[in-house]
């Protein structure tokens, strides 16, 4: 079962603009990562936000989590055409049995 | 070397068929997955190999069957597949199973091996 909402489901963009994605869950977690796939290949990962941490920053990218909301959200500033992919969070929870569980994916469009 | 490398790219099938996936790692990770996804899907969690034990199986229909011969090696067996099955079949590891717990791991993925099944 998938237990992340991402929204939105799409984004369109210019180059240089900024990109908010945001993703909710529903249960305890420990750990929030947010993974990146261009089409029809792997996943990459991004960067990881322990339930403990607030806010993380990885080069362009900015991630928050709101840990009583249980939400998260991913911000890349100063988008490139590159930038162009699906993004997922995925929960690492408590409850979870040592499994990954994915949102629904938003899918980021930069235009030159 | 942070590659998981994933064998064929492509693959097409008959529903008689039987073949098999391949993934690898040299990272040193005792925890290895296996993924379905979809299109426009995110990725559905098939197995987990925790120290080459099968430690997770999601209700997979048995058609689906794994293998972790060593530590490096985790092969996905296909047998009499349906035409549903088509699809991008991920193979992911991480250093150590994810817990649950304090840990916090990261999963590496293969590029995949894109399915169909005719």
Redesign the interface.
């Known amino acids: 079962s998938?237990q992340?909402e991402e929204d939105p489901q799409a984004l369109s963009i210019q180059e240089g603009e900024n990109a908010t994605m945001n993703c909710s869950y529903k249960t305890s977690i420990?750990?929030l990562?947010w993974?990146r796939q261009n089409s029809?290949?792997?996943?990459?990962?991004l960067i990881?936000i322990?339930s403990n941490e607030r806010e993380k920053h990885s080069g362009r990218l900015r991630v928050t989590l709101d840990t009583s909301k249980k939400s998260s959200s991913l911000l890349i500033t100063a988008s490139r055409a590159a930038d162009t992919a699906?993004y997922?969070c995925a929960t690492?929870?408590?409850?979870?049995?040592?499994?990954?569980i994915?949102?629904?994916?938003t899918?980021l469009s930069v235009k030159p | 070397d942070t590659e998981?490398t994933?064998t064929p790219k492509h693959l097409v099938m008959g529903m008689t068929n039987k073949k098999s996936l391949k993934c690898e790692q040299h990272m040193g990770h005792r925890a290895m997955y296996w993924y379905k996804q979809k299109a426009?899907?995110?990725?559905?969690?098939m197995f987990?190999y925790?120290y080459e034990k099968l430690?997770?199986n999601e209700s997979v229909p048995s058609r689906f069957s794994p293998e972790c011969p060593n530590s490096s090696l985790l092969n996905l067996h296909l047998h009499a597949l349906q035409p549903e099955d088509s699809a991008?079949y991920?193979c992911?590891s991480s250093q150590t199973?994810?817990?649950?717990?304090?840990f916090?791991?990261?999963?590496?993925?293969?590029?995949?091996t894109?399915l169909l099944v005719l």
């Open positions: 998938q992340g420990n750990n990562q993974y029809g290949r792997g996943l990459v990962h990881l322990r699906s997922f690492d929870g408590r409850n979870q049995g040592g499994k990954l994915f949102g629904q994916g899918e | 998981v994933q426009k899907k995110p990725p559905e969690l987990v925790s430690s997770i991008l991920l992911a199973p994810t817990s649950g717990g304090a916090q791991e990261t999963q590496y993925f293969g590029p995949g894109r």
